[in-house]
Every structure is written in C-alpha cells, then in structure tokens.
C-alpha cells in the first residue's frame, strides 16, 4: 500500500486532463481500504474514489486522497433458479472484463452494455445504460463500505434507486461509500434485446444468420467504434450530458418548429430528446476550439485534443448549455462529474 503525493492523475482520467492529487493509493481489497481509510494522513482529507476514471472532468487539482479501486474478482456465487445465475464481481474490475466473463461463460443479460467504459463499481452509481438495456435490469445487489463505520453495508436493487444515470450514490448517499462488490442476474436461457435499431441494421450488414450473446455484443462493439471514440486515442468522458426529458406539450411545439427533432416516450406525459441533436441544431458538432473541442460523429461527447485544460472543457460545457438552453428551451445537465 503505496501513498504518492501530489501525483499526476492524467493517467486515471479518460479525459487524459494532467491535475494532481494531493494523495494518491490503490487498494486490491476490503481490508487494504479500511487499512488506507485509518490512515491518519488519508483521514485528514476528504476522499475521491476513482475506477476507470470514465466520468470525471478535473478542473483544479484535487486536494483529497484519491483512492484507486483494484478489487478484482469475478465468481459464479449460486443458481438463482434453472434459468438464471448470479454472478458476484469486484468492483475494480474493468467493467468490459465483466461483460467478456459473461460472454465465455454463455451468460445473458449484459451483452447490450459491452465496451461501455468504467469499472463495475462506478457502474451502479449511474445506472449505466445503452441499446435499450440498463444495468438495472440485471442488478441483484452490491456490498459498499460505509466509510463513517467501515461495515459492509448490503443494497438491494430498491434501495439504490435507480432512475436515468441515477441512484441514491449520486444523491442522498453521495460520498457515504465505497462499493466494493455488485451481484448480477444472468440467464442461461437467453432473451436477445435487439430493438434499437443499429443493432439489428448491424446485425443485418454482418449478416448475422443466428443470434446469439456474442453476436450482439460484437455489434454494440462495432456500433460504439464508429460513434464513440477511443479514450486511449482521443480524450473524452462518453456523453457528457444527459439527454434531457421535457413535457409532451413542449414536445409538440418544439416538433412544429423542427419536424425533424426526435423524440422517445418516457411516459404518457413526457419525452427525452437526445441531447446530441440538440447541440448539433446549434451548430456545435466537429467544433474545435484550441485544444478541445465537439467530437465530429457525436456531438454528446466532448474530447481533448491533447494538452487542454479541465476549465476550457467545463466552460464549452457551459456555452453548449446556454446555446440550447436560447434555441429549443431545453435545460442540458452534465453527465460526468466535474471536479
Ligand atoms: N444525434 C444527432 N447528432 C449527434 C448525436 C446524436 O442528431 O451528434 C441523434 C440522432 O437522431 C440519433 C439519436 O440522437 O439517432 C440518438 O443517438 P445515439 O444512438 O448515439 O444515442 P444517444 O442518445 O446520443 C445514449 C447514451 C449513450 C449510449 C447510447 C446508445 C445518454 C446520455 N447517452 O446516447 O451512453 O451509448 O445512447 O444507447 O443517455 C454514455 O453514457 O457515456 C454513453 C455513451
């Protein structure tokens, strides 16, 4: 159990944003966490816990130990019933390494979450999500530690209260714990969610005759390729905002000045509007601006050219936001955590 001081964190952050930390650890276990929470340097700090670094943008050093989850690990815990298993992952893992696992061992249930960046820690704190599946549909539970006592506190699925990019770890419970491990729901017998529609328009160009776990996941994979780039070739933080949700009223009416908007029902009541339509109606997509910049196949998604500050990135978000918050009335909040 090494402390750095005043480390960079640029390798720890897909955003590759160079700030450092005014302590830096990793622990590969429950007992080398409480180990480094006891530690009287760390305890005089406030704490950042740190995955995959997928979902941060740091705009100053960060004056906090910042603790690296490395807790590795994944098992086959028990049989749920003949048709499902619960599988029990350590939180550092990579969360692809979770969706590969899954994939080898012919377990269904996350094939549509391939390649989404991340640890499988941070992955119930947002209730990651994509081609029509969410992490919620398959969670069971997961262990955390509560960093005021040190127990290990269990959460079943209610008590992390799940919504869009949410739970209770982003609200109420924010900064109370670590999660240590999460316990998934996978099937034996395999229920293929192929809806979205660029995963069966991949389907088909692959010419894919049988459906299958793998199949899927290597369409996600090929569609996420061609949209989203690579963190290790190109900074970025995935969609830096959420798509918001407005009323079905003002749906309509934005719909009669831009027949073209589309549009997804949440409820009877209310719409979500892709947020990438948005900021590209309002002329942002392919934007360079110096060192950061609007990606040019995404425009949800923001990206470091290399060498750009924290702030300049924030301060894009900010105009991005006043842009379509002038054109359409729509609120855009962020989706990454700015540090
Ligand atoms: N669109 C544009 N211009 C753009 C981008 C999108 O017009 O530059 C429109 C298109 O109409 C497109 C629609 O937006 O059909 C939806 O785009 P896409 O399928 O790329 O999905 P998204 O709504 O932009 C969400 C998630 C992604 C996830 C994809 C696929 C959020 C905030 N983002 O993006 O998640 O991979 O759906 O399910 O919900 C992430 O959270 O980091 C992330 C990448």
């Not at 670094?53 to 019933?81: P, W, Y």
Request: proline share 4%.
């Amino acid at each position: 159990m090494t402390i750095q001081r005043k480390a960079s964190l640029q390798p720890y952050n897909t955003f590759g944003i160079d700030a450092k930390a005014h302590l830096l650890a990793e622990f590969t276990s429950v007992d080398e966490l409480r180990a480094l929470l006891q530690n009287p340097e760390v305890q005089a700090l406030p704490k950042l816990i740190l995955g995959g670094g997928s979902n941060v943008l740091f705009t100053q050093n960060v004056e906090a130990a910042v603790l690296l989850n490395r807790i590795k690990g994944i098992t086959q815990t028990q049989e749920a019933d003949a048709k499902h298993v619960l599988v029990t992952s350590g939180s550092g893992e990579t969360w692809h390494d979770l969706v590969l696992y899954s994939l080898e061992h012919d377990l269904g249930g996350i094939e549509n979450l391939s390649l989404i960046p991340g640890t499988v820690g941070a992955a119930p704190l947002q209730n990651i999500g994509a081609y029509g599946v969410e992490l919620k549909d398959t969670f069971v539970s997961l262990e955390a530690l509560e960093m005021a006592t040190g127990e290990v506190v269990l959460f079943n699925k209610e008590q992390c209260g799940f919504g869009y990019r949410e739970s209770v770890f982003k609200k109420e419970a924010k900064g109370n714990y670590i999660v240590t491990s999460v316990t998934l729901r996978l099937t034996k017998e395999h229920t293929y969610n192929t809806t979205y529609g660029a995963i069966q328009d991949t389907l088909e160009q692959q010419q894919v005759k049988e459906l299958s776990l793998k199949a899927i996941s290597e369409a996600v994979c090929r569609i996420r390729r061609s949209k989203l780039p690579d963190p290790a070739q190109l900074g970025n933080a995935g969609s830096f905002f959420k798509n918001p949700e407005i009323s079905l009223a003002q749906f309509e009416i934005l719909k009669s000045q831009y027949p073209g908007i589309p549009g997804y029902p949440v409820n009877p009541e209310t719409m979500k509007v892709p947020a990438g339509w948005l900021i590209e109606q309002c002329g942002w997509k392919g934007k360079v601006l110096g060192r950061h910049g609007v990606h040019k196949d995404q425009a949800l998604v923001l990206v470091n050219y290399g060498g750009a500050a924290g702030n300049d990135v924030k301060a894009l978000a900010y105009e991005i936001i006043h842009s379509v918050q002038e054109k359409f009335g729509i609120s855009l909040t962020p989706e990454v955590n700015i540090i």
